[in-house]
């Protein structure tokens, strides 16, 4: 899918701050908001993994959009779905979850959802998408690691982390990579930072974000087939108490003043 049939909703060359993402004041010299892609697999993956880091960084000015690698077409257990309908259905609630959060834009690229593989041609696809949006940073799923805890990550979630790592480095990048994305009039993009969503006990960075607990909840209930009618405040409530008790053990800085966090693996790709 071209990024020409995405659909609309509607920080700087050092380490984060602590507790924080970039701010959107400066840019590597440029007087521009931060711009941050956010590549994950399927709708509601974001808005649970790091809604409350994306209203935060919306909240400071920061351009977000998101690329989603299937529209959840499986997703589903009630007999009166079909793939169809419930592709519809999903991507209509993910665009009015990333409307809840701020999020200028989604890209669904339309693979089929749990069959998703890191292969060439997902990788081609998300190197277009960064080379269309021109983020700065980019959020993505952990490849690493196959389970957190007693949670079984989709094999999706892996597939979509390890094709989005790829296609920053070095297909992104490499002008010479994928050249017919060139004759498309895609040049090349090199991103400067990575966030990676993966479990506490891989995180070498949080972002503090108790502002935005409600915010990361009201765009968890737009995905109503997924959902049902569960609140889910307060477990994200929970979630986010807990990590930030985690990045406390770790005296990662500034941790004293955290309430509610959100985990995440960085790699500053400025070094």
Request: with cysteine; proline share 6%; glycine share 8%.
């Amino acid at each position: 899918m071209q990024p020409g049939g995405a659909s609309n909703v509607a920080g700087p060359p050092t380490i984060p701050r602590e507790g924080q993402g970039m701010s959107a004041e400066t840019n590597g010299g440029e007087d521009r908001p931060r711009r941050v892609l956010v590549s994950m697999a399927h709708p509601d993956d974001i808005e649970f993994g790091c809604g409350g880091t994306i209203a935060r960084w919306a909240d400071e000015g920061q351009e977000i959009f998101f690329v989603l690698g299937t529209s959840g077409d499986k997703g589903s257990d009630d007999p009166d779905y079909d793939s169809e309908k419930l592709m519809q259905t999903r991507e209509a609630e993910q665009r009015a979850a990333a409307d809840a959060l701020g999020v200028k834009e989604v890209m669904f690229l339309r693979f089929k959802d749990a069959e998703l593989m890191p292969d060439l041609e997902l990788r081609k696809a998300i190197t277009r998408a960064i080379r269309h949006f021109k983020p700065d940073a980019v959020v993505c799923q952990d490849p690493g690691s196959r389970y957190f805890g007693s949670y079984i990550q989709h094999p999706d979630h892996v597939a979509m982390g390890e094709a989005t790592l790829a296609a920053i480095y070095p297909s992104a990048r490499d002008r010479l990579t994928f050249p017919d994305l060139l004759e498309e009039g895609y040049e090349p993009h090199k991103v400067t930072e990575v966030y990676v969503r993966t479990g506490n006990d891989r995180a070498d960075h949080f972002i503090e974000t108790s502002d935005y607990l409600e915010q990361k909840a009201a765009s968890l209930r737009e995905h109503k087939s997924q959902l049902g009618d569960w609140d889910p405040l307060e477990a994200v409530t929970r979630w986010a108490r807990d990590t930030a008790a985690v990045a406390r053990h770790m005296h990662y800085p500034g941790a004293g003043d955290m309430e509610h966090a959100e985990s995440f693996a960085y790699v500053n790709m400025r070094r």
